[in-house]
């Protein structure tokens, strides 16, 4: 089921000079209660980019605004109770939802900028 305040494909989610000046960028949509939220991932070139929700509990990845755990520019780990996972794919490889995968997200670089292109093929997490 998609989220309520998913953009739409094409909205515009953070300039790209912005990006590379960290590697991630945070974005949020709707309201604080019930927000959409991404994260975007630029590492050694390759651009990724999730809803920013854990399977774990339904919550965000990171405890600190924009800040999100990177490891060996190939292991993500939630900030709450560690779970790891693969930067490529989103799947969860160790942790208390092993198995489980973030939603993954497609996003596309023009005009200086990233932008949103709607949920990945593949497999989604359960709401
Ligand atoms: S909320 Fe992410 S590991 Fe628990």
């Known amino acids: 089921m998609a989220h309520p305040h998913e ?11 912005e990006l590379a000046r960290s590697g991630t960028a945070e974005c949020s949509f ?10 975007v991932f630029l590492n050694q070139g390759r651009l990724r980019a999730f809803e920013n929700r854990c399977p774990h509990f339904s919550i965000p990845l ?9 490891y060996d520019n190939a292991t993500l780990m939630c900030a709450h109770h560690s779970a790891m996972f693969h930067l490529e794919d989103g799947r969860c490889f160790d942790g208390p939802c092993l198995g489980a995968s973030l939603n993954r997200l497609a996003v596309e670089a023009r005009a200086g900028a990233i932008w949103y292109a709607g949920e990945a093929d ?5 709401r």
Do not use: I, M, S
Not at 7 to 17: E, H, I, K, N, W
Not at 122 to 126: A, G, L, P
């Open 7 to 17: 953009p739409v494909p094409g909205t515009r989610l953070v300039a790209l000079t």
């Open 30 to 39: 709707g309201p604080a209660h019930d927000p959409f939220r991404v994260v």
């Open 62 to 70: 990171n405890y600190e605004p924009g800040v999100f755990w990177v």
């Open 122 to 126: 593949d497999k989604r997490v359960q």
